[in-house]
């Protein structure tokens, strides 16, 4: 069961009882998305690029907010976005229309998700010409993609709560997917992670953290 709750800075998150963790900070869900994701992620990336278009791919798909945030930015500059999260339960459409995180984004930016959701729970789902989404149902350890990505929001639940996503296994596995210069970022670093992500070609760089976070972690990966 999921429970609706309010962060320190006036944005919703979800409690997951059964796994017994927020989706987001306490400290503040859009705070954390914005900061984490779209900053250190997202724009990061961008600007490292040529071309007008980005992939990201995200492992814990959860609410939506990094995807929202993340298209609507896209729209705004022209960026051609392909998108594609991995969620093992996906909540259903009710639950995340209860967020209220439409207030964060343009009305039709909102709409294009929240008519496609399902759909793209499915199969490849385009929004606008500026956004494509496909959610794949699974689990990261199953997931399985010939794509390559620009950007990995890495965004499980806390090593604490969910100890099997944070394996040297499965960080190996999510930084399969990253192109050659490609970006890593997550709003958790231990020196666990850091290693692990170093063990798989990354350059480690430690970022000021979202409210409440001292730090967090952005890796790029090397040419070779």
């Known amino acids: 069961m999921n ?7 006036g944005s919703n998150t979800l409690f997951n009882e059964t796994i017994g963790e927020h989706y987001h900070s306490a400290h503040g869900a859009l705070q954390e998305s914005k900061h984490v994701f ?38 705004e ?3 051609k976005l392909s998108y594609t999260g991995i969620e093992a339960f996906p909540l ?7 967020t209220n995180y439409q207030q ?14 399902e759909s793209a729970l499915i199969q490849q789902q385009v929004l606008s010409n500026y956004g494509n989404l496909e959610i794949a149902h699974t689990t990261l350890a199953k997931f399985k993609t010939d794509v390559l990505f ?7 639940f806390s090593v604490q709560h ?40 990354f350059t480690i760089e430690k970022l000021q953290g ?14 070779k």
């Open 77 to 79: 500059n022209h960026l």
């Open 104 to 117: 964060y984004v343009p009305h039709h930016v909102w709409q294009n998700f929240i008519n496609t959701y």
């Open 162 to 201: 969910q100890p099997e996503m944070w394996t040297n296994e499965m960080i190996a596995h999510a930084c399969s997917f990253i192109k050659e210069g490609g970006v890593f970022v997550s709003y958790a670093i231990t020196g666990h992670l850091k290693r692990a992500v170093k063990a798989c070609g």
């Open 3 to 9: 429970i609706l709750t309010l962060t320190a800075d």
């Open 210 to 223: 979202a409210p409440g976070k001292r730090e967090m972690l952005r890796a790029v990966k090397s040419l």
């Open 38 to 75: 779209l900053e250190a992620g997202l724009k990061f990336a961008a600007n490292q690029k040529v071309e007008k278009e980005i992939s990201i791919l995200e492992v814990g798909f959860g609410t939506g907010l990094n995807f929202i945030l993340s298209y609507a930015h896209c729209e």
């Open 150 to 156: 620009d950007v990995l929001y890495f965004d499980a």
């Open 92 to 98: 259903s459409q009710d639950t995340i229309n209860q």
